[in-house]
């Protein structure tokens, strides 16, 4: 493979690192001899000792400052963020047979999917710029 960006020895945080989009791009960045930490809630399944899964919920600013403080220590620096973690929770927002029923969108769910995709970003952001 031609290595076109050298990223050895470079230290990333990918949120959302375990699976679908996420888990393509450990899979660069480890290609292109990065170290990597997986910040999810699931175990990866790719196993590479440049890895280091760390189960981060990104929603909860206690464990994403955990988790910046885990990198740094170990590898006395931070020097990217992908921001991948998102869930979908496909639902209908009235449901004309069924009123108020388990497949109607609710305030729980949107509260869930905002969490996730748009403040997940925010306490990324923020806990780990002063690394960066």
């Known amino acids: 493979m031609n290595n076109w960006i050298n990223l050895t020895g470079r230290v990333y945080v990918v949120t959302g690192g375990s699976s679908g989009i996420g888990a393509a791009i450990v899979t660069e960045l480890l290609n292109n001899e990065a170290i990597v930490y997986d910040a999810d809630l699931n175990q990866p399944e790719l196993n590479h000792p440049n890895l280091h899964f760390v189960e981060t919920d990104v929603t909860n600013q ?5 988790l910046v403080k885990q990198v740094v220590t170990d590898q006395g620096k931070l020097d990217g963020l992908v921001n991948n973690a998102g869930i979908n929770l496909p639902r209908l927002l009235a449901d004309a047979q069924e009123p108020f029923g388990k497949y109607e969108f609710t305030q729980q769910d949107f509260q869930k999917m905002f969490a996730v995709n748009v403040q997940s970003v925010f306490l ?4 780990g710029n002063a690394s960066i």
Do not use: I, L, Y
């Open 62 to 66: 206690d464990a994403v400052t955990s």
């Open 124 to 127: 990324m952001s923020t806990s």
